[in-house]
């Protein structure tokens, strides 16, 4: 019904950037919040930053003032600017959304993408 395709994700020296494209279809009647979220190897997923409809973004601490999300609403795409990556950085990054379907129950229902990897090298 809907699909999450993230791109972007590779190899970068620590102090790189890299921007992550998180890109929604099917059958999409509306889209509410989008987030990223990222899992390091043995480590549980995580939250990195949030984007309301209106443009309102939540952070967690660690990459406050280093990246930055945004969402283009006519394209129904996500994005996640990262600068200044540290090795810690590491990690699949997961982009999700929450989506009424055309033709579906009033509310939203969560979906997720299948994850780029980020690799930051020190």
């Known amino acids: 019904q809907v699909q999450l395709v993230e791109s972007g994700g590779a190899l970068v020296q620590a102090g790189g950037s890299l921007r992550l494209s998180c890109a929604a279809s099917?059958?999409?009647?509306?889209?509410?919040?989008m987030g990223w979220y990222r899992q390091a190897p043995g480590k549980q997923r995580e939250l990195v930053a949030t984007?309301?409809?209106?443009?309102?973004?939540n952070y967690v601490g660690s990459v406050k003032g280093r990246f930055t999300i945004s969402r283009d609403n006519a394209k129904n795409t996500l994005y996640l600017q990262m600068n200044g990556l540290k090795p810690e950085d590491t990690g699949v990054y997961y982009c999700?959304?929450?989506?009424?379907?055309?033709?579906?129950?009033?509310?939203?229902?969560?979906?997720w993408g299948q994850g780029t990897q980020v690799t930051v090298s020190s």
């Open positions: 999700n959304a929450d989506v009424r379907l055309v033709g579906g129950p009033a509310w939203y229902l969560r979906y």
């Open positions: 099917g059958s999409i009647f509306s889209i509410n919040d």
């Open positions: 984007i309301t409809r209106s443009g309102d973004t």
